[in-house]
Structures are given as structure tokens and as C-alpha cells.
């Protein structure tokens, strides 16, 4: 099944990706190309077979209900690109349309 | 045209443990922006969550006690998008095995009892929180919140008004409440409510189109938005219009919904299992222990109330309104077992104050112990039963005991005969004619009479002294 | 002895050395900076080095160790760590334009081990960007070469400590593998390489990839430095849910038994079908000939579920990579794109700008095999054909204890000669990625050299937890063999 130019600019919008038409083209090549050879797991029989989506044997991890000290508002945005006011800021949120 | 109103509520309630759900990171409200954070709920490169087991134990505690089924086999989620206050680019939820399924809650609602179906409850972790920058047009994100525990409680569509929604509201709020896992504090956002709601021909089966309303917080707000949008739906029907499918928001101050997305471009959350998250069995052996744990419901207590203190219905069902107050009564009950007694008082004097001044009953300036120093007082016959009421505002606002405010206010009862007797002296002396009308045998002149004398005492007469002496005077 | 000799040593000679107060910590670093210098030119191994931090932090030691001399055993060693695994303090790139800035504030697991134990830090090595490739060719900051050849790539994704490692830039490194980005780079330089089984090493500071594959591992010079290496970073860690809380035994200890009588060692025939190069063919059964004349009992088994594993991997791999790498996006950390009008705007340009070909390429079809409609067909498929994989290696590993492979299916290509087809670059994946689907220990060790001179490698894979057994089978053909006394001529 074929994946089309669409396809490809509605996954890519998805993952947050501007592509150039060059990119857009490429990826829609190689995306058929990879999916068609996916396409042979089809002939491997898996019905009531439980899907592995963790490499089993373990179950109940957990961490008991207790605070330890957080960073310093100054270490969490070490790293930011832009902050003002003791927070990340990021341009203006408008709806996507 | 007549509609039938269809109605179904998503809860967002905060989890009250120490730590986050995935991190060590604590809890408090209101902190300095981002100084609650940690590597792991920033979402920094290769930090790993793992999972509070206490949030675990509070999700199933909620999920008993709203009658619900526990799932055994247990497994996080990713959902997928982008948004500035969700730091990893995905939030990690539940999506295929919620913790609590097929669960109900009743309400009272119409003056008759109902039963909402609760089809799931699931824990996941909250997001931090945007914030608009004046002038700029920029946004601020705060993460100080992202990654609290959250349990997602989502009714079937079983409401059908503004009232059945809030009697919904409150049942679930005081079932969190009294199993302590949420502190119920809507303006800060620990009980986030989001009806969805749809009008269909009075009749019709298949649903009409859904509107989520957002940005309700508080009780008022529920009503006043869902009452607003049934209104719109309505009026948008008859003109011929169409309902879309949309997320509206609250604005409280225009009084209005407007709307926030179209979902028309759906998100696609591209749900898969957490792989960083190994699955929880949650054993009956577990669900059994916790469910041994589980205090004292609402709905059991106030049968206890009727049955063991013989209070009415209407009694029991205010007092176990909130866990805090049935406390309090209990508390005054073994100290002074005239259970109607206290529920009077409890259900007037003290609610009056404890709303007036927004608070609950456990922080109460007038303890248990208090109010039945007050009410003992009345017993000696210290005070009169109007003074006690009249001086209640004054015990609870100043936190005194009540004999002391009775003394420093002099309101000791009088009950010394020779006192009364002058009293009633001057009383007969200044009305001759009612003297009179008494003894030509008109009875109910003896209430004017009493009312004289305590009214001369400034209430503080015993007024069944007053009533005795005056009959003695009269006949004399 | 001769500063200018120290770099040749092996993790357990170096060790030694230290331990007898023969060498200083200060004299180990100089050293290998002074070998660093030499030859990084050529091959490009390092992203970060860290020499002033790696000479102060050793100068502390010496003063420390002054007439005392009690040590751990990673004390003073001069160790590389790829550059997806995160150094409180050092930058931590992941060979991307996305993080080119970004300073952990915290220390993995591995690293806060390796730190306690007063180890070195040389520097961050390079990789495929995101470790998502087998040859280097995708980091964003220029490929490692191959010091037997440098016209050749070292292999990928954990190509730079492979390099570091082979061409003596540090003694021993660590490495991560999600599909054999420990073991290919490590055949293709001619040095040792061990993913351990899924949940032996904390993940906790790896940088994910696809987390329920990813694994951290040693890359080495030889058996005994891997078993020494696995030993210091193995272990439970409660802030990885998927680490196991199975005992670290002492490692060591396997390597003394220098035969391998009642060991069952099978073959699966799938592994040396089409597509394996005559010359890797004919060095690996002459390495399981040599597993057999030290008294492994060699058998034949089928793992018919191989031809799967490919399409299996890339399915699941890309999924959870598309999900990993959404958290780049411009807010808390790494580039953010200048110029954008709005919020999502920025997130396409940053996306646009700080991601490389191949990592958008895998992001696309991540993206693509989760989303509505496709995921029962792909997603769901891939899950339930993992468990038939996991459940064939454990049918086998009834009868033998260990299974024998090749690791690539040829020795190092040019640069350029696979970058512009993708899916021939991920099909050379073959032989290892079913360790990782599986979540199997495996270990890779040279077994040979072509006629062009370049290292060929073979793969043991053993049962989960058994790494003991993996080392004590490696160590026996390393014991028999000598193809470490020949090493690149890089200089």
C-alpha cells in the first residue's frame, strides 16, 4: 500500500518537522520503500501471540512516596533557550488553524 | 422544540502525595516558578519516571470506593503531543487497561437518588502551566506542577442538568475527600471539572453533537456554564443552526462559553505502552488490603448516624456532608451524648459560622470540647439557651471559652429569688392593666408578663423561675 | 616505564600498574593526551575532550593516594563514554545539532558508578546522531575513521569509543547498542564489545533511543577488560523501572576456566545465508571450529524467525524513537530555531534545524507506524512478532548455551558506499539486532582479518543474566587465539 505525498506532510506535521519539497520527496520514496519491506511481517502467523512491548519478567516497580530536594529554579533553566521571570518562555501560543 | 439533555463529566483530581508520580519532586501549590522540578519531570535527556506507589494505592482506594472494578494487569501509556507545558512531548497515562472501570456513585439530585455510572478512572501525570506574558505576546511555562498525580475520573453520560452535575460534583468531591487522596481545592486547581454536553429531540436514542466546556473552577461556574450552553444549544437548534463538535471555554465574567478548539482537527495521540514502565499487577491480595483500609463512607455513615444516634435523615446526611464535620460531631457526642442536642447545634450555629468563614470543621476555633462547655452551661442553668445562641459568633470568632465571655460580658443567668422578686415587682407595678386582665382569668397575659421581666433582666432571668415566681405574685 | 608505552596497556595491566604505585594518576593522563594528540587527527574519535578536568581530577588522586595506596579498581583509569550517555558538567551532544549546548545537570547511573570509584574522564566520544546509524556517517559534527583503514568507517553508532579504544586513545569505553551499536563498531575496529542482557546496566542518563532495547555496555581491548568493566557498571538502579534487581556476580571469576568442555554451542544456519561476505564466512566458522577443539560441543539449531527481525526492529525501534525525541523542542533545553512567527512554527524550524536526515527519516516512520489506522498493522504486528523472536532463542537456549554468529555481514565499508540507501544500511544489521528484540547478552570479538587487512568479528549470544558464560566463552577462543597482538598501524 502506497504512502502518499499527503501522508508524508500530515505525518511529518505530526512530528513537528518542517520539510522542504527535496526532503519531502526523498522521504516519501524511502518511506514506501521501508514500509513495502515491512510488509513481510505479514507472513509470520501471530494470532494469540502476546505482544512483547517490555522485555518481560519484571512487574510492580515502584518508589515509595517520599521528596527529595529539587533542583534550583536557576539549574532547571540552565539549559533553556529563552527564559524570563523564572520560566521558560516560548513565543506566543496561537490555535493552529 | 422539546430536549432531552445529555450530560457526561471528565474529573481531573489531584492525588495528594508527597511526591510526584514519576519523580521525588514535592507537591506544594503556589511555589516560585520552576523551583519544583527535577531532571526527570523537566524531561531532560535520559531521565527515567518511576512510579509512586502511594498515587498507585490512592487511584484503587478511589476506585473502590466508587464501586468500581480494579484492573488487575496495570500498564502506562504514552500520549503523544506538543505543548509547551508537557516536557517530555508526550504525558504518560493510562489508555488501554485504566486502573478502575465500570464504577458508580449515587447522588441526590430532585429530591430523589440516582445512580452515575463512572465508566473509567485513571492515573496519569498533570502538565505544568502556561502563562501569558503582558505585552510581549510571548508565553511563560512554569513545570513547578508537571508530573503531579492526577486521576482522570470519567462518567457515562447519565446527567441531564446543571443541577445533577453539581449534586455529581460534590458526592465525587466528598468521596475523594473523605478517602483524603484529594484535598478538593478547586481554585488551585486540585479538582478540575469538564462536562460535555449534547441536546437531542425529547425521544430521540442516538446522542447529538458534544460540546466540552473548560475552565470551570468552581461549583458556581458549573452551573452557571452548563445552564449557559444548554440555553445556547438550544436556541442554536431552533433557529435551524448546527451544534460542532468543540472544546468552549468559561469566561465567568461575560457569563458566556466561547470556543477554544474545533475538533475537527483531531489530534492523532499516537497512544503506545510506555516502554520505560513495566506493567503493575494489582493482586486481589493488595486490592483486598487497601479495601480493608477504607474509612467510613458517607453513604454508610449516615445510616450509622440514624440507626446509633437516632438523629432524622436530614440530620445524617447533613453531618456526613463532609468527613471533617462528622468528625466533629461524633467528637461532641461522646462528650455529651445527646446526639439531637449537638446536631442542632452543629447544623446551625457552628455551620453558619464555619461557612461564613470559609472554613471546615476540623480547623474549627470552636472545638468539640468548646461547644459542649457552651452547651453544659445552659444545662446549670448558667446561661439561658438564647444567650448561648447569642453569644456563639463571639466563642467562635474570639477562640475563648464560652465561661469566660460569659463572665466578662456579666450574662450569668439570674436565678436568685429575691433579685427575680423585685423585677417582678416593678413589672406589676408599671402594668396595671394586664395585672388586671389576669385576674379576670385571661391567661396569655402571663407570656407579656414573663417577656417583661426578662426583657428587664436583659435576658439573663432564668425563665422558668420568672415563670413560677409571677404566678405566685399574681395569685398573691 | 615509558609514558609513551602506557597507552598500549590493557584495562587490567593498566590497573596493576596503578595499584603497585608503578604509574601516577597524573602520568596516566598525560600520557594518553600525549597519544590523544597524536592521533585523533586521523580518526576523530572524540566530540568533548575533557584533559584539564581529567588532570586536576588526577593531581587530586596522587596527592590523596600519597603513602597510602588502597584503590578501587576504576581508580585513575582513563575510560571515553559515548556522547549519548549524560557527564554532570560536560556537555552532552549526541552528535546532534540539538544538544551541541546542552550540560547535563546530572550524572547516569554508569557515570556517578564509574565517578565513586574515582575513574577518568577523557572525553565524550562520537556517534551517529541519536546513535541512530552504523557507521558515524549521521553524527553533525563529522564521522570517527577507522584506524585500520581510515578510508573506511569505524562502524556505528557507538563508532567513536570503538575508535578510542582501537586506536589507544583510552584504555577501555563505553558504548550503548539498541541494535548492535556496540558489537558492529567493535568488530569492524577490532576490538571487544558486550551488550549485556536488557536490564543488567542502568539506562538511567543514556539518552534514549528505543528504551526497551537501548543497553549500555563496555567496548575494550580485550575479554578480561569487559568483564572487569561490565563488573563497575552492572547492577540494580531504582530510578530505572527496567533495570533488574538480579545480583552482579564477580565476573572475574568466569574467566578462569581456560577450556570449554560440556558447553553446547549452537549454529543457527539463517545466520550464514545470503548476503555474508565469503571472507567473514569462512573467519567465523574457522572461529567456531576453534570453539569446538577446546571442547564446545558444536550443534546445529534453526532460528527461522530471523528473517523477521529486520522489519520487527525497525518498526519497533522507530516507534519509540519518534515518542523519545518529541522532548526537542526548542523550551527547556538545546537549539531553538531564531526567527518564528509562532509557537508552532518554532517547533517545525527547530525540529527542522537541530535533527539530521536519518533521525527525521526515523522519526517520520515512527511517527508513521503509530498513528491512527496503522498501528495493529505495524506497531501491534512488530510487538507480537518480538515475543516469536524471544520465544525461539528461548526454545533454543534449552538445548545450548550459547549461539554463535557472525556480527556484520562484511568488514568495514567506505564512507559514502550505503548512506544514500537506508534500508541496505539497516538490513547490515541482521545479526545483531535479534539480541536487542530478544534482550539477550552478546558480546563481539575478533576472529580474524580480510585480505585488505580489516578486523572481522564473531558474535556469542547467550541466555539473559548469563553474561558469565558469554565471558568465559570469549575469553577461552581470546586464551587460544592472538589476533589482539597484531593492531593498526595508526601513528
Not at chain 2, 455510572?117 to 508565553?139: C, F, Q, T, W, Y
Not at chain 3, 586536576?56 to 600519597?66: G, N, S, V, Y
Amino acid at each position: 500500500m502506497e504512502i502518499t505525498r499527503q501522508e508524508v506532510e500530515k505525518v511529518a506535521k505530526l512530528a513537528r518537522l518542517a520539510l522542504t519539497e527535496a526532503e519531502t520527496t526523498a522521504f516519501s520514496q524511502q518511506l514506501n520503500q521501508i514500509v513495502g519491506y515491512v510488509q513481510k511481517l505479514k507472513s509470520f502467523s501471530t494470532e494469540g501471540v502476546e505482544p512483547t512491548s517490555t522485555v518481560p519478567g519484571q512487574s510492580n516497580v515502584f518508589r515509595p512516596d517520599q521528596v527529595q530536594a529539587s533542583l534550583s529554579t536557576e539549574q532547571a533553566l540552565s539549559n533553556a533557550p529563552d527564559a524570563e521571570a523564572q520560566c521558560f518562555r516560548v513565543p506566543k501560543i496561537i490555535q493552529e488553524s | 422544540m422539546a430536549y432531552e439533555v445529555v450530560i457526561g463529566v471528565e474529573v481531573h483530581a489531584q492525588l495528594r502525595t508527597q511526591s510526584k508520580l514519576f519523580c521525588a519532586c514535592g507537591t506544594t501549590f503556589g511555589l516560585t516558578a520552576n523551583s519544583q522540578t527535577c531532571p526527570v519531570c523537566l524531561g531532560l535527556p535520559g531521565t527515567l519516571p518511576v512510579i509512586n506507589e502511594k498515587a498507585v494505592e490512592m487511584a484503587v482506594r478511589a476506585g473502590l470506593a466508587m464501586n468500581g472494578t480494579i484492573g488487575v494487569r496495570n500498564r502506562f501509556a504514552r500520549k503523544n503531543y506538543f505543548y509547551p507545558d508537557l516536557p517530555k512531548g508526550y504525558q504518560i497515562s493510562q489508555y488501554e487497561a485504566p486502573i478502575c472501570e465500570h464504577g458508580w456513585i449515587e447522588i441526590a439530585a430532585g429530591g430523589s437518588r440516582k445512580r452515575v455510572r463512572i465508566r473509567r478512572a485513571h492515573l496519569e501525570e498533570d502538565a505544568g502551566k502556561n502563562l501569558h506574558e503582558a505585552g510581549s505576546g510571548m508565553s511563560l511555562v512554569d513545570l513547578n506542577r508537571a508530573g503531579t498525580p492526577l486521576l482522570e475520573i470519567v462518567t457515562e453520560p447519565d446527567l441531564s442538568s446543571s443541577e445533577e452535575v453539581v449534586a455529581y460534583l460534590k458526592s465525587l468531591r466528598d468521596l475523594l475527600m473523605y478517602l483524603d487522596v484529594c484535598d478538593g481545592n478547586m481554585e488551585e486547581g486540585s479538582f478540575r471539572c469538564e462536562p460535555n454536553l449534547s441536546l437531542r429531540p425529547a425521544g430521540q436514542t442516538t446522542f447529538g453533537t458534544k460540546v466540552e466546556l473548560k475552565n470551570i473552577n468552581s461549583f458556581k461556574f458549573v452551573k452557571d456554564a452548563v445552564d449557559y450552553e444548554i440555553k445556547r444549544q438550544t436556541k442554536v437548534l431552533n433557529e435551524g443552526g448546527k451544534i460542532y463538535q468543540e472544546t468552549r471555554l468559561w469566561n465567568h465574567e461575560r457569563g458566556e462559553t466561547a470556543v477554544m478548539r474545533s475538533k475537527e482537527e483531531a489530534h492523532d495521540y499516537r497512544y503506545f505502552p510506555d516502554p520505560d514502565l513495566v506493567p503493575m499487577e494489582i493482586s486481589s491480595e493488595w486490592i483486598e488490603q487497601l479495601r480493608e483500609g477504607l474509612p467510613e463512607l458517607a453513604s454508610t455513615k449516615q445510616q450509622r448516624f440514624i440507626t446509633e444516634y437516632g438523629v432524622p435523615e436530614y440530620d445524617a446526611g447533613i453531618l456526613t456532608s463532609s468527613k471533617a464535620l462528622a468528625v466533629y460531631f461524633e467528637a461532641c457526642v461522646t462528650l455529651y451524648p445527646q446526639p439531637k442536642t449537638v446536631s442542632n447545634w452543629v447544623m446551625g450555629e457552628l455551620l453558619r459560622e464555619l461557612n461564613n468563614s470559609g472554613t471546615e470543621a476540623d480547623a474549627s476555633p470552636v472545638t468539640p470540647e468548646r461547644l459542649v462547655e457552651l452547651l453544659t452551661l445552659v444545662d446549670q442553668g448558667v446561661i439561658s439557651l438564647k444567650v448561648a445562641r447569642d453569644i456563639f459568633p463571639d466563642v467562635y470568632a474570639s477562640g475563648k471559652a464560652p465561661a469566660q465571655i460569659v463572665q466578662e460580658k456579666g450574662l450569668t443567668q439570674v436565678s436568685d429569688e429575691g433579685a427575680l422578686a423585685t423585677m417582678i415587682d416593678e413589672v406589676l407595678k408599671k402594668n396595671p392593666a394586664q395585672v388586671g386582665q389576669f385576674k379576670e382569668g385571661k391567661q396569655q397575659v402571663l407570656g407579656f408578663l414573663v417577656g417583661q421581666v426578662m426583657k428587664a433582666s436583659g435576658g439573663k432571668a432564668n425563665p422558668g423561675k420568672v415563670n413560677e415566681l409571677l404566678k405566685k405574685a399574681l395569685a398573691g | 616505564m615509558s609514558l609513551t608505552l602506557l597507552h598500549k596497556l590493557t584495562l587490567s595491566e593498566l590497573q596493576r600498574k596503578f595499584t603497585a604505585g608503578d604509574v601516577t594518576a597524573t602520568e596516566i593522563v598525560r600520557a594518553y593526551f600525549l597519544r590523544v594528540a597524536q592521533v585523533e587527527p586521523k580518526v576523530n574519535a572524540y566530540l568533548t575532550q575533557c584533559k584539564d578536568a581529567a588532570l586536576a581530577q588526577a593531581e587530586r588522586l596522587d596527592q590523596a593516594l600519597k603513602g597510602w595506596r588502597k584503590t578501587t579498581p576504576m581508580m585513575a583509569m582513563p575510560l571515553a563514554v559515548k556522547d549519548n550517555i549524560c557527564t554532570e558538567g560536560v556537555r552532552t551532544t549526541c552528535a546532534s545539532r540539538m544538544l551541541d549546548t546542552f550540560v547535563p545537570p546530572y550524572d547516569a547511573t554508569v557515570v556517578a558508578k564509574l565517578r565513586a570509584q574515582s575513574y577518568l574522564l577523557l572525553g565524550k566520544t562520537n556517534l551517529d546522531e541519536f546513535a541512530m546509524g552504523s557507521s558515524t556517517e549521521n553524527s553533525a559534527f563529522g564521522a570517527s575513521r577507522n584506524p585500520w583503514n581510515i578510508q573506511t568507517v569505524p562502524g556505528g553508532s557507538s563508532g567513536g569509543s570503538a575508535v578510542a579504544v582501537a586506536a589507544d586513545e583510552c584504555v577501555a569505553a563505553l558504548g550503548s547498542d539498541t541494535g548492535g551499536s556496540i558489537r558492529q563498531p567493535a568488530a569492524f575496529c577490532g576490538v571487544v564489545g558486550l551488550k549485556p542482557t536488557y536490564g543488567r546496566v542502568s539506562r538511567y542518563g543514556l539518552v534514549a533511543f528505543a528504551s526497551s532495547l537501548d543497553q549500555i555496555g563496555p567496548i575494550t581491548k580485550d575479554v578480561t577488560d569487559a568483564a572487569l568493566l561490565l563488573g563497575a557498571i552492572a547492577g540494580h538502579d531504582p530510578r530505572d523501572s527496567t533495570s533488574a534487581n538480579v545480583p552482579v556476580p564477580d565476573y572475574l571469576k568466569a574467566l578462569k576456566r581456560k577450556d570449554l568442555k560440556r558447553l553446547k554451542v549452537g549454529v543457527p544456519a539463517e545466520y550464514f545465508a545470503d548476503g555474508l561476505d565469503p571472507e567473514v564466512d569462512q573467519a567465523v566458522r574457522t572461529a567456531i571450529e576453534g570453539l569446538r577443539e577446546l571442547g564446545a560441543d558444536i550443534r546445529e539449531i534453526k532460528l527461522p524467525t530471523t528473517d523477521a527481525a529486520v522489519a520487527t526492529y525497525y518498526v519497533i525501534a522507530t516507534a519509540e524513537a519518534s515518542s523519545n525525541l518529541a522532548r526537542y523542542d526548542g523550551v527547556k533545553f538545546g537549539l531553538r530555531a531564531a526567527e518564528s512567527k509562532d509557537l508552532l512554527d518554532m517547533y517545525l524550524k527547530t525540529r527542522a534545524e537541530g535533527f539530521g536526515p536519518e533521525v527525521k527519516r526515523r522519526i517520520m516512520l515512527g511517527t508513521y507506524v503509530l498513528s491512527a489506522g496503522y498501528y495493529d498493522a505495524y506497531y501491534g504486528k512488530a510487538q507480537a512478532v518480538r515475543t516469536l523472536i524471544r520465544q525461539e532463542f528461548e526454545a533454543a537456549f534449552q538445548t545450548v548455551d550459547l549461539i554463535v554468529t557472525p556480527v556484520t555481514p562484511t568488514t568495514a565499508f567506505k564512507f559514502g558506499e550505503k548512506a544514500q540507501d537506508p534500508l541496505q544500511m539497516y538490513l547490515s544489521d541482521i545479526y545483531t539486532i535479534s539480541a536487542n528484540l530478544a534482550g539477550l547478552p552478546a558480546i563481539a570479538l575478533p576472529c580474524g582479518f580480510s585480505k585488505a587487512g580489516l578486523p572481522i568479528g564473531f558474535q556469542l549470544i547467550g541466555r539473559p543474566f548469563e553474561e558469565e558464560t558469554l565471558l568465559r566463552g570469549a575469553h577461552a577462543y581470546e586464551q587460544a587465539t592472538n589476533w589482539r597482538a597484531k593492531r593498526p598501524a595508526i601513528r
